[in-house]
């Protein structure tokens, strides 16, 4: 399955070969020792390290379920008549075709995918940039890509990679499409990354969006026993990353209405912010329903008489 697809995730092993993820993870693991292909957080891919990148016929078949999840919930975000960056991606394209939906729209791209799922939309503005194609992913990049970007600024970009950690946020194998999802970043007011678990804990070879600068993360609910998946979401949003978790085909929502989410709170001010600047969290006792000393004190006097 890794050589016919280039990457697989464990969930989708379990299931096509039916037994459970814990044998699954115990046979990759024997299979990495003989050198047949690469760990990677949540799946396998064949051997290459951090500069080994999938075509776009291998990642469309990888976690299908999950991108669809987070297609939805991330389509929830934009409102009508709102101007928005996408990149490239499968999990992008997914969005871009909830988005056909959204009156009003102007979407600027630089995929082909992305423009290709809206071409059919009357009431959404699609505006390409321009450069040169990469075939790899359909994506234009290049100088003519980002020259394209300048001046122009977007409420919200929507930005998929090959990685994300809280050390060093969303990466990608490839240094020009990095350089144009840096140059996407630069229009936008917000950045939503959008990233199933397999992707959480992977780290590749060129930085795109430094974690201080993301957002909001749209991802899927990571496997019960993914320890590793559960503490790099805690460690976004202790960095003030907001994250969204979308349900997985076995609690999504029906067509039409919006998947199931959770938001994590965050735990302290983004950095830069000023303290004080947000919203306050409430007291242990006002959370609970406690009352204050001296509403508990009056309350007691009277007991008492």
């Known amino acids: 399955m890794v050589r016919a697809n280039g990457a697989v995730s464990l969930r989708e092993l379990a299931r096509v070969v039916q037994t ?3 044998t699954v993870r115990r046979d990759v693991r024997a299979l990495e020792a003989e050198g047949l292909l690469d760990r990677r957080h949540g799946g396998a891919v064949l051997p290459g390290g951090f500069t080994r990148e999938s075509g776009f016929p291998q990642k469309s078949h990888l976690a299908t379920a999950e991108k669809t999840a987070i297609a939805d919930l991330a389509a929830s975000l934009v409102e009508e008549g709102e101007a928005i960056v ?5 999990t992008t394209q997914e969005l871009a075709r909830r988005l056909a939906r959204v009156p009003g729209l102007t979407v600027v791209t630089n995929s082909l995918l992305v423009a290709q799922a809206l071409a059919h939309a009357n009431r959404v503005e699609v505006v390409m940039t321009g450069g040169t194609l990469r075939g790899s992913n359909y994506a234009l ?8 970007l300048q001046g122009l ?11 994300l950690t809280a050390e ?41 969006v430094p974690t201080d600068v ?9 496997p019960a026993h993914d320890d590793r998946a559960a503490t790099e979401l805690q460690a976004l949003a202790d960095q003030g990353v907001q994250i969204a978790v979308a349900g997985s085909s076995g609690d999504a929502s029906p067509a039409g209405r919006q998947s199931p989410r ?10 830069g912010q000023v303290p004080g600047g947000g919203p306050q969290l409430r007291s242990t006792a006002g959370v609970l329903g406690e009352q204050p000393q001296s509403e508990r004190a009056r309350v007691a006097d009277m007991r008492r008489r």
């Open 20 to 22: 459970s993820e814990v």
């Open 214 to 222: 993301i957002t909001r993360l749209v991802t899927d609910e990571p």
């Open 262 to 271: 959770r938001d994590v709170p965050l735990p302290g001010p983004r950095r």
């Open 141 to 148: 990049v290049g100088s003519g890509a980002e020259q394209s």
């Open 86 to 90: 996408v990149g490239a991606g499968t």
């Open 153 to 163: 600024r977007v409420s919200r970009a929507f930005l998929s990679g090959s990685g």
């Open 168 to 208: 060093r946020g969303l990466s990608t194998s490839n240094m020009l499409s990095a350089s144009v999802d840096r140059a996407l970043v630069q229009a936008a007011a917000e950045v939503v990354v959008l990233a199933d678990h397999t992707k959480l804990g992977t780290d590749t070879m060129f930085q795109t």
